[in-house]
């Protein structure tokens, strides 16, 4: 079992403590399980993300782009991702959550 699985981190006694965010309606779980990986990692692939939240790399490539449209990632040449400054910011709670909402409602 890998050091990184999902039980693993359960047993160890979870996530890292924070205060909740407010949800945005586009958002999954999984999307901030990418930031936070981002933000503790540095730049990964999402073969490498997924193998870590365990998920398909396929669901986690889609993530990755739609959190790279709403700039909370950024595209690296290689097909890595980074955490963007409104990526830090939004984990941080520094962003609101009216400023990451889709216009087209």
Sequence with gaps: MSDDGLLTRLMRGGFREQEPRLRIDWMTHTDERIMEHLDERGSSGPGAIAASLEKSEEYVAD???????????????DGEYRLS?????????EV???ELADDED
């Design 63 to 77: 993530r990755c782009r739609q959190l790279a449209i709403r700039d909370l990632l950024a595209a690296e040449g």
């Design 85 to 93: 400054e409104r990526g830090r910011g939004f984990l941080a709670g």
């Design 96 to 98: 609101e959550p009216e």
